[in-house]
């Protein structure tokens, strides 16, 4: 009777304990292939009187698939040996394979080259806190209060108190009044980091950037050091075919105060979309230290002088690489990131 034939199977299989992956393929080859026991046991079925047909057929099916399922079972239960035996093979004086690493964020690497040429010009690197006071942003370095000069710098408050407001820094100017408060001079400094405005985010304007902050106070410093120092750095980053101009301007903390540009690094000079066909573009703003600035901050303006400057780390990394669009920078897409850093980290 194929009922009982089927019953005496299924004791079978349920006692079945292969130990290896060869005892599983006895299995498979007894039970699952073309002519095996399940496909016997089919063919079988179809002389069965069409009475029975119906019970015996789902018992049949039951054991079609009591049948598979221990099989995918044994697979499983040999297929990590097999690996590890497919391991055993592997050639262990091979190379590994190499993984990736993350590259340097394109305005990490201009900071850092911005950085080292000061650097070689005996400046140090100072850092200062992203929120800031009122004192420190703007009335140490001149800004009278109600001074449209405030206006032109929208900022982010956090918090307004009488007469000391704490907001995030609008520029890293605030650092050399930090600078000058505690310390003595001279002063040789470069401050990078990061500053924010209320600004609408779109491809040229973005509500934080960073920019790098310089300071040189000492006796008798002179608006010629300043060039000197300027066109040192022009020559370094851009190459020494790069040309500078100076241009009159107005900062609150800076008496007499310049704009700088450089001969434009995508037409040299010839004129082009970037520079709008003045072949000059923008790349700092500068000047001597306002004497108000340094008795703020209790330095001697009878005795010391100086210059500062700033600029826009994304404005130089833009003009260096050509990037076209500031959201890019903050993005994180590492399509993008990544084309920067031709050194491994
Ligand atoms: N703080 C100015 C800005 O954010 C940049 C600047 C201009 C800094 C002239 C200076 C300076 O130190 O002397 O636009």
Redo the contacts with the bound molecule.
């Keep these: 009777m194929l009922q009982e034939k089927i019953q005496q199977y299924t004791k079978e299989i349920e006692a079945f304990n292969p130990k290896s992956a060869d005892d599983a393929e006895a299995f498979r080859l007894k039970f699952l292939v073309t002519k095996g026991i399940v496909r016997n046991l089919f063919e079988a079925f179809k002389t069965v009187p069409v009475e029975e047909k119906r019970v015996l057929g789902k018992v049949l099916n039951e054991f079609k698939q009591l049948a598979e399922s221990r099989y995918a079972t044994f697979q499983e239960q040999f297929s990590s040996a097999s690996s590890a035996s497919k391991q055993a093979q592997y050639d262990l004086t091979l190379p590994g394979e190499g993984f990736a690493v993350g590259s340097r964020h394109p305005l990490s690497l201009v900071r850092k080259e911005i950085v080292e040429i000061f650097k070689k010009l005996g400046f140090t690197v100072a850092e200062g806190p992203e929120i800031e006071d009122d004192w420190h942003n703007f009335t140490a370095l001149n800004f009278p209060p109600e001074h449209p000069a405030r206006d ?2 929208d900022t982010f408050f956090i918090k307004k108190q009488e007469g000391n407001d704490i907001a995030l820094r ?4 605030s650092v ?1 009044v930090r600078m000058m408060e505690n310390g003595t001079p001279p002063f040789r400094s470069i401050m990078p980091g990061r ?1 924010y405005r209320n600004e609408a985010i779109s491809a040229r304007a973005h509500c934080f950037f960073h ?1 790098v ?3 040189y106070i000492d006796e008798g410093v002179s608006f010629a050091d300043l060039k000197q120092t300027l066109y040192y750095f022009v020559q370094e980053l851009f190459g020494a075919d790069t040309k500078v101009r100076f241009r009159p301007s107005y ?1 609150p ?2 008496e007499p ?1 310049a704009e700088m540009d450089i001969s434009c690094t995508i037409c040299k000079g010839k004129g082009c979309q970037l520079c709008k066909q003045t072949g000059w573009v923008e790349i ?4 001597m ?1 306002d004497p108000n600035v340094l008795n703020n901050c209790g330095i001697d303006s009878t005795k010391y002088s100086g ?5 826009g780390i994304e404005r130089i990394t833009n003009l260096k690489y050509e990037i076209k669009d500031l959201r890019l920078f903050s993005e994180n897409d590492v399509r993008f990131l990544s084309q920067f850093d031709t050194e491994l980290i």
């Design positions: 032109m710098q609008t520029h890293t100017s050399q500053v920019q902050e310089g300071l900062f903390f800076t105060s700092l703003g500068c000047g230290v210059f500062a400057f700033g600029m």
